[in-house]
């Protein structure tokens, strides 16, 4: 395989994707916070498998950015001259007026409960409100059938995790879910032949 080489699903070739992607997997959500909190090892990136999906939350959230937030951040990237350079400015992008997130037990039957912060539940979300359009309630119930009924309980998923370095060493689970990894489920017993 050549660096940067696309890997399609296509003909059953998750096999290879598999191989890239789960090289180190957790299954213990107590030693991953345990390294996490190691400052020799202070894992804060990591794949992770949970035994079983129990619930998909959503929660209601603020509509708009903190005002405060916004304009430390406007300055940060101003200093920095981040996109003075760039055809891209620096632009706002809407915020989300909802929270989502998995419960879910570990190999130990340890219940967590995780926001997803990832891109793609995001754009999911707006492309769906577009598609009902405007009905909140109906673009969060199609969230849901995506990352509830078809992933959760369809797929072979596992979570992308990773820490904020503000949260890393003082939260008690420092981990946010910033991705997802969905291939069908697979009757092999040896994934990786």
């Known amino acids: 395989m050549k660096l940067c080489e696309y890997i399609n ?6 096999t ?3 191989k890239v992607v789960l090289k180190k997997v957790y299954f213990d959500i107590n030693k991953l916070i345990t390294e996490a909190k190691d400052k020799n090892i202070c894992t804060s990136l990591a794949v992770f498998k949970p035994k079983e999906i129990i619930d998909f939350k ?5 509509r708009e950015w903190d005002p405060k937030k916004l304009k430390l951040l406007k300055e940060k990237a101003k200093q920095l001259n981040l996109f003075s350079n760039s055809e891209n400015p620096f632009e706002i992008v809407q915020k989300l007026p909802y929270k989502f997130s998995y419960t879910f037990i570990d190999k130990n039957n340890i219940s967590s409960t995780l926001m997803l912060e990832d891109w793609e539940i995001s754009q999911l979300y707006w492309n ?25 309980k369809t797929k072979d998923l596992y979570l992308f995790l990773g820490t904020t370095r503000r949260f890393h060493f003082i939260a008690p689970n420092p981990f946010l879910i910033i991705g997802t990894f969905h291939p069908k489920k697979s009757n092999q017993l040896n994934l990786f032949n």
């Not at 699903?9 to 998750?14: A, P, S, Y």
């Not at 119930?141 to 992933?151: A, G, P, S, T």
């Open 9 to 14: 699903t296509d003909k059953g070739l998750w």
């Open 16 to 18: 290879r994707r598999k």
């Open 58 to 62: 959503i929660e209601e959230d603020k």
């Open 128 to 152: 769906c409100l577009t598609k009902h359009n405007g009905n909140e309630k109906k673009a969060c119930e199609d969230v849901r059938k995506k990352y509830f009924d078809d992933f959760a």
